[in-house]
Structure formats: structure tokens, C-alpha cells
Nanobody, 121 residues
């Protein structure tokens, strides 16, 4: 089992920045991907960004050039630097991890509890 703890959400003015952090702990043999999703009220979660085990970064088209994902492999942490935030990006942001507890175990995905990001106009 893997536990994810997010931090860094809050209130920021339009054009401002926030940095989200997510720490993964538990039985981890290998992390295959770490990423971020967001959920607007009444909508499904949408992909924001992720980083694969080989370091490949992927972003939702709407955040390219403004958001940057990074990781600390030794600490099993992933970060999301969000710059030039827009009011319409107000949402709950969730950390997501795909990992294996052992070499022979299947890959499972895990979710954090979510952190609120509010961008005021």
C-alpha cells in the first residue's frame, strides 16, 4: 500500500504562482509514474502533468509553458510548479502515483486526498 500526502495548495491572485508537493510512502519497489490531476466542481478529474520513470514529462496542452513538474527520486516526491495561474484553474489538485510493491507485483495506482487551489481574479 502507498500513501500520498499533498501540500502547497492555497489562495493566490491571478498571475501568481504556487508549488504543490506530494510525498509517497509505504511499500514501494518501483515508481513508474508520478503526476497531478485536477477536478473542477461537478466534473471528472482531468490530467494536468506527469513524469515517467525515465524522466519523460507530459503536460495538458493548457498548462504547457506555465506549469513544471519535477521529482526527487530519493525522497519519492513529486512537485508541480504552477506559474501564471488563471481563475479558471481553481480546482482540487490530486497527486497520482503508479507503483509496484515488489518486482513480481502488478502496477497499481494511488491517489492523494487532494489539495485546494483557488485563484482569485
Amino acid at each position: 500500500q502507498v500513501q500520498l500526502v499533498e501540500s502547497g495548495g492555497g489562495l493566490v491572485q491571478a498571475g501568481g504562482s504556487l508549488r504543490l508537493s506530494c510525498a509517497a510512502s509505504g511499500t514501494i519497489f518501483k515508481i513508474h509514474a508520478m503526476g497531478w490531476y485536477r477536478q473542477y466542481p461537478g466534473q471528472l478529474r482531468e490530467f494536468v502533468a506527469n513524469i515517467l520513470s525515465d524522466g519523460t514529462e507530459q503536460y495538458h496542452e493548457s498548462v504547457k509553458g506555465r506549469f513544471t513538474i519535477s521529482r526527487d527520486i530519493a525522497k519519492n516526491m513529486v512537485y508541480l510548479q504552477m506559474d501564471s495561474l488563471k481563475p479558471e484553474e481553481t480546482a482540487v489538485y490530486y497527486c497520482n502515483v503508479f507503483s509496484q510493491p515488489s518486482l513480481t507485483s502488478p502496477i497499481s495506482d494511488y491517489w492523494g486526498q487532494g489539495t485546494q487551489v483557488t485563484v482569485s481574479s
